[in-house]
């Protein structure tokens, strides 16, 4: 018999935590004074935050979140950095540009006087 294509959704037994702003901090102090999100493990910040109602499933998911979103935030702000440097790098030929330009015109001037 073939394995049904489409995987059924069952809903997990454990209630939805849902992430106060306090809550949050705390994770994202414990998360830092572990060595940050890739060396922080859900076991570790379960045990380093105590808090009674958390489980590791809990943690496991939101740590997943926090590290996609710092991958996306760090991603976002090296596009921007990009960013800034090809402008700044036009904005520097540019000057370079005007400079050679109005060097040229001045001596072009100058050989008109000598003539």
């Known amino acids: 018999m073939e394995k049904p294509i ?3 959704y069952t809903k997990s ?8 702003t306090d809550l949050h901090q705390y994770f994202v102090y414990v998360v ?3 060595g940050g999100e890739r060396k922080a493990t ?3 910040i ?11 499933s809990h943690v496991k998911s939101h740590l997943q979140m926090y590290r996609n979103k710092k991958r996306r935030d760090s991603v ?8 800034e440097m090809r402008w700044r790098q036009s904005q520097q030929h540019l000057q370079i540009y005007e400079r050679l330009r109005d060097a ?8 008109r006087f000598m003539r």
């Open 6 to 8: 489409v995987r059924f």
């Open 13 to 20: 037994k454990m209630p939805r935590l849902r992430w106060a």
């Open 32 to 34: 830092n004074r572990l």
């Open 42 to 44: 859900p076991k570790k």
């Open 46 to 56: 379960v045990q380093a935050m105590g808090v009674k109602s958390l489980t590791l």
């Open 76 to 83: 976002q702000a090296e596009r921007r950095m990009r960013r």
């Open 104 to 111: 040229i015109e001045f001596m072009q001037n100058q050989r």
